[in-house]
């Protein structure tokens, strides 16, 4: 009997490191590793490797789906649930605070500082994991978390056994032993990247983002502004967190005065204080570690400084002196001994209603980059306006400035989408132009005339870059762009603005014969209904609960065709297409779409229809065998001859061409196939083992 099957890709992904792509589905687990947590549970071996169960012998939930590493599966770890650590464990003790994250044996520190942080905004740590979870009432073992991934937030669902030696935790932990939400917590993360190992070094930024759905911003403190209280109680004013570290020595040897190097703090407050010699500022720091602290002017234990300060402004500041991880240290201090500062910018949806903070309002916009349709590259060729275009509308103005100046600050972020799944990077970069007087869109001589107001100083190859700043009030078209044209990416463009100011896609005017060009940019535009009419057609053709079931699709897809310069098309569509695009987007495995599924669908088509009109180029409503490797390219699919040959044999008419039905068909069975093997391929390897049931599943409902 076949126990498991190795699949192998023919060359192996660079390792995904601490990347958000390396998510970790419900289906990950492979053989050897479920087979090694069975019997770290039981003492027993299941009979058969795609056998499994969620509950263990005790009755409690078993999260067989976690990825074990080579550390977790040695034996001298024991995996411990907390009942067996002691005698009460509480989810949380007094509250979740900054000071309950303590570093285990990992290097993640970049994580802990992000947790530290995320800890001090109550409304921002129930989105992450419900309060109400506990050891008492309700308690199977299972407890559940949620992390922001390109746009909207996932759930992860974990068991509560713990990696220990000696019955202490291997890894994060909090000071008081009956306390666990921390250590939960970073094993929740670690099963969305892929497991523990995965967590060894990354970027503080990263982690932020992934818990708070902000932007995250890195600077140099040297080159920040002289006025550095105001700055950074600004970004604090803002529901900011921020995150800093010194990089110029070796890995967590501390400097003379005990800052550690390449080691990660988190800065949770600013104040002006007041001594005996005047008013002077302090910066609150915390070492994830829970110790090893400032030993400079105003440390917590040898700061002849304090004895300046009255018990009641002590008071105020909630200064403890004891070495807790937690300090203070001026201004001056802070310039000196921290060399990067990472900022994570909250909007607000993740504010508190009453809340003294007053984070930024966000407005996202999820763009394609089609090469030959919306990929023009820099401005330095020719094509730059083919690139999308938002307009930018900024009315008001910032509160609280002295100056006669009226402006209005702004963060914008470009989030390149899954780069690191395929293997590269794309170059990119944000340009900021003065809006048309006339309209919204900037034709190519508007752009070779005019000059940008802002923009990026490099294009970048980092998963997101940011552009901060303010202008005066107007209007503005903002371009998302990569570096060479032609290069397909997916990205989420995010404004953060005072409330007020929006931002909006910007589509081509019409020409002067009265026809639209916008079918140039978006060809699609000619071939499918708008927007309102696509909705229309959804509820007049799915079931009565609202869902879409393939027949349904059917039904919605030839009245969609029928009405545009495809017409005809629906001929060729068959009832087996519209059953496997179901079921690919399909994830309840219940072969039906929700409107939100639908409409994710229904991106996917409107792309691959601007593809497919692009790269028919005798206009036949059929591709040519030969237009169908550099068609798929331009979807971001690179296949070999030998896949062409297949695709030849299984997916072509008679005449060796594909029709549009069958394009969509064939689009959405290649990347699903290439997501789904990225997914089960944790660490990027180039080759996965899963067992025989889910190799049933997947070839079978596929």
Same mark, same amino acid.
């Given at each position: 009997?076949?126990?498991?099957?190795?699949?192998?890709?023919?060359?192996?992904?660079?390792?995904?490191?601490?990347?958000?792509?390396?998510?970790?589905?419900?289906?990950?687990?492979?053989?050897?590793?479920?087979?090694?947590?069975?019997?770290?549970?039981?003492?027993?071996?299941?009979?058969?490797?795609?056998?499994?169960?969620?509950?263990?012998?005790?009755?409690?939930?078993?999260?067989?789906?976690?990825?074990?590493?080579?550390?977790?599966?040695?034996?001298?770890?024991?995996?411990?649930?907390?009942?067996?650590?002691?005698?009460? &464990?509480?989810?949380?003790?007094?509250?979740?605070?900054?000071?309950?994250?303590?570093?285990?044996?990992?290097?993640? /520190?970049?994580?802990?500082?992000?947790?530290?942080?995320?800890?001090? !905004?109550?409304?921002?740590?129930?989105?992450?994991?419900?309060?109400?979870?506990?050891?008492?009432?309700?308690?199977?073992?299972?407890?559940?978390?949620?992390?922001?991934?390109?746009?909207?937030?996932?759930?992860?669902?974990?068991?509560?056994?713990?990696?220990? @030696?000696?019955?202490?935790?291997?890894?994060?932990?909090?000071?008081?032993?009956?306390?666990?939400?921390?250590?939960?917590?970073?094993?929740?993360?670690?099963?969305?990247?892929?497991?523990?190992?995965?967590?060894?070094?990354?970027? &503080?930024?990263?982690?932020?983002?992934?818990?708070?759905?902000?932007?995250?911003?890195?600077?140099?403190?040297?080159?920040?502004?002289?006025?550095?209280?105001?700055?950074?109680?600004?970004?604090?004013?803002?529901?900011?967190?921020?995150?800093?570290?010194?990089?110029?020595? %070796?890995?967590?040897?501390?400097?003379?005065?005990?800052?550690?190097?390449?080691?990660?703090?988190?800065?949770?407050?600013?104040?002006?204080?007041?001594?005996?010699?005047?008013?002077?500022?302090?910066?609150?720091?915390?070492?994830?570690?829970?110790?090893?602290?400032?030993?400079?002017?105003?440390?917590?234990?040898?700061?002849?400084?304090?004895?300046?300060?009255?018990?009641?402004? @002590?008071?105020?500041?909630?200064?403890?002196?004891?070495?807790?991880?937690?300090?203070?240290?001026?201004?001056?201090?802070?310039?000196?001994?921290?060399?990067?500062?990472?900022?994570?910018?909250?909007?607000?949806?993740?504010?508190?209603?009453?809340?003294?903070?007053?984070?930024?309002?966000?407005?996202?916009?999820?763009?394609?980059?089609?090469?030959?349709?919306?990929?023009?590259?820099?401005?330095?060729?020719?094509?730059?306006?083919?690139?999308?275009?938002?307009?930018?509308?900024?009315?008001?103005?910032?509160?609280?400035?002295?100056?006669?100046?009226?402006? /209005?600050?702004?963060?914008?972020?470009?989030?390149?989408?899954?780069?690191?799944?395929?293997?590269?990077?794309?170059?990119?970069?944000?340009?900021?132009?003065?809006?048309?007087?006339?309209?919204?869109?900037?034709?190519?001589?508007?752009?070779?005339?005019?000059?940008?107001?802002?923009?990026?100083?490099?294009?970048? %190859?980092?998963?997101?870059?940011?552009?901060?700043?303010?202008?005066? &009030?107007?209007?503005?078209?903002?371009?998302?762009?990569?570096?060479?044209?032609?290069?397909?990416?997916?990205?989420?463009?995010?404004?953060?603005?005072?409330?007020?100011?929006?931002?909006? %896609?910007? !589509?081509?005017?019409?020409?002067?014969?009265?026809?639209?060009?916008?079918?140039?940019?978006?060809?699609?535009?000619?071939?499918?209904?708008?927007?309102?009419?696509?909705?229309?057609?959804?509820?007049?053709?799915?079931?009565?609960?609202?869902?879409?079931?393939?027949?349904?699709?059917?039904?919605?897809?030839?009245?969609?065709?029928?009405?545009?310069?495809?017409?005809?098309?629906?001929?060729?569509?068959?009832?087996?297409?519209?059953?496997?695009?179901?079921?690919?987007?399909?994830?309840?495995?219940?072969?039906?779409?929700?409107?939100?599924?639908?409409?994710?669908?229904?991106?996917?088509?409107?792309?691959?229809?601007?593809?497919?009109?692009?790269?028919?180029?005798?206009?036949?409503?059929?591709?040519?065998?030969?237009?169908?490797?550099?068609?798929?390219?331009?979807?971001?699919?690179?296949?070999?001859?030998?896949?062409?040959?297949?695709?030849?044999?299984?997916?072509?008419?008679?005449?060796?061409?594909?029709?549009? &039905?069958?394009?969509?068909?064939?689009?959405?069975?290649?990347?699903?196939?290439?997501?789904?093997?990225?997914?089960?391929?944790?660490?990027?390897?180039?080759?996965?083992?899963?067992?025989?049931?889910?190799?049933?599943?997947?070839?079978?409902?596929?």
């Amino acid at each position: 009997m076949i126990k498991s099957l190795s699949l192998s890709s023919e060359s192996s992904l660079p390792p995904l490191e601490d990347d958000v792509d390396s998510v970790c589905s419900d289906e990950l687990l492979g053989s050897q590793s479920r087979r090694w947590l069975n019997e770290l549970m039981t003492g027993d071996l299941p009979q058969e490797s795609g056998e499994v169960n969620t509950v263990g012998r005790d009755g409690l939930f078993v999260d067989y789906h976690f990825p074990l590493g080579e550390l977790e599966m040695n034996s001298g770890v024991k995996w411990r649930r907390p009942k067996e650590l002691c005698s009460s &464990p509480q989810f949380i003790v007094n509250g979740a605070t900054r000071l309950d994250v303590r570093q285990g044996k990992l290097n993640d /520190c970049w994580l802990l500082s992000a947790i530290a942080s995320l800890s001090g !905004h109550r409304s921002l740590l129930k989105k992450v994991m419900p309060l109400n979870q506990s050891f008492q009432e309700g308690y199977n073992g299972c407890f559940i978390f949620r992390f922001w991934q390109y746009g909207q937030w996932e759930e992860v669902r974990i068991d509560d056994l713990l990696p220990t @030696q000696d019955n202490n935790l291997l890894y994060l932990s909090s000071p008081e032993r009956h306390e666990f939400w921390s250590a939960l917590l970073e094993k929740a993360y670690a099963k969305l990247k892929g497991g523990y190992r995965a967590l060894d070094m990354g970027f &503080p930024h990263e982690a932020m983002v992934d818990m708070t759905g902000g932007v995250a911003e890195v600077l140099t403190i040297s080159s920040l502004s002289v006025d550095l209280p105001v700055f950074l109680k600004n970004l604090l004013a803002k529901g900011a967190l921020i995150n800093c570290a010194n990089c110029q020595g %070796p890995l967590e040897q501390r400097n003379s005065l005990g800052i550690m190097f390449r080691h990660a703090y988190s800065l949770t407050a600013v104040q002006k204080v007041e001594t005996k010699h005047g008013l002077t500022y302090l910066v609150r720091i915390l070492n994830p570690w829970g110790n090893t602290e400032w030993e400079g002017p105003w440390s917590d234990l040898n700061g002849p400084q304090w004895n300046t300060v009255s018990l009641e402004e @002590q008071k105020r500041l909630e200064r403890v002196s004891r070495e807790d991880g937690e300090f203070w240290m001026s201004v001056s201090d802070f310039r000196q001994n921290f060399e990067i500062m990472e900022v994570c910018h909250l909007s607000d949806t993740l504010g508190k209603p009453g809340s003294k903070v007053q984070p930024w309002s966000c407005k996202m916009h999820h763009g394609t980059w089609v090469p030959q349709v919306t990929a023009g590259g820099s401005p330095s060729g020719g094509r730059f306006w083919q690139n999308p275009q938002f307009y930018f509308n900024l009315s008001e103005v910032d509160g609280g400035k002295e100056d006669s100046v009226k402006t /209005c600050s702004f963060v914008l972020a470009l989030m390149q989408k899954h780069q690191r799944r395929r293997g590269t990077n794309l170059a990119i970069a944000l340009h900021i132009y003065p809006a048309h007087s006339q309209n919204t869109y900037l034709s190519p001589e508007d752009l070779s005339r005019l000059r940008p107001v802002l923009l990026c100083k490099n294009y970048s %190859p980092r998963r997101e870059v940011v552009l901060r700043g303010s202008l005066p &009030p107007g209007r503005y078209v903002i371009i998302p762009s990569t570096f060479e044209p032609d290069q397909q990416g997916d990205f989420l463009l995010r404004v953060l603005t005072e409330q007020g100011n929006d931002a909006t %896609p910007a !589509h081509r005017p019409m020409s002067r014969d009265n026809t639209s060009t916008s079918e140039l940019q978006y060809p699609h535009l000619a071939a499918l209904p708008p927007p309102k009419t696509t909705k229309e057609l959804f509820k007049k053709h799915c079931n009565k609960k609202g869902f879409c079931k393939p027949v349904h699709l059917y039904n919605l897809l030839t009245e969609a065709i029928q009405g545009g310069v495809l017409a005809g098309s629906e001929k060729n569509l068959a009832l087996e297409h519209c059953k496997s695009m179901v079921v690919l987007m399909d994830s309840l495995d219940i072969a039906q779409l929700d409107w939100l599924e639908f409409q994710g669908l229904w991106d996917k088509i409107r792309r691959w229809t601007d593809i497919f009109l692009v790269f028919d180029k005798n206009k036949t409503k059929n591709l040519e065998y030969p237009e169908v490797a550099p068609a798929l390219r331009a979807a971001g699919i690179m296949v070999d001859e030998l896949v062409m040959q297949l695709v030849g044999l299984r997916y072509t008419e008679p005449d060796m061409t594909i029709s549009y &039905p069958g394009f969509l068909y064939l689009v959405m069975k290649l990347e699903s196939m290439i997501h789904t093997f990225q997914a089960y391929d944790m660490v990027g390897m180039g080759t996965v083992t899963i067992s025989y049931k889910q190799w049933l599943h997947m070839t079978m409902y596929n």
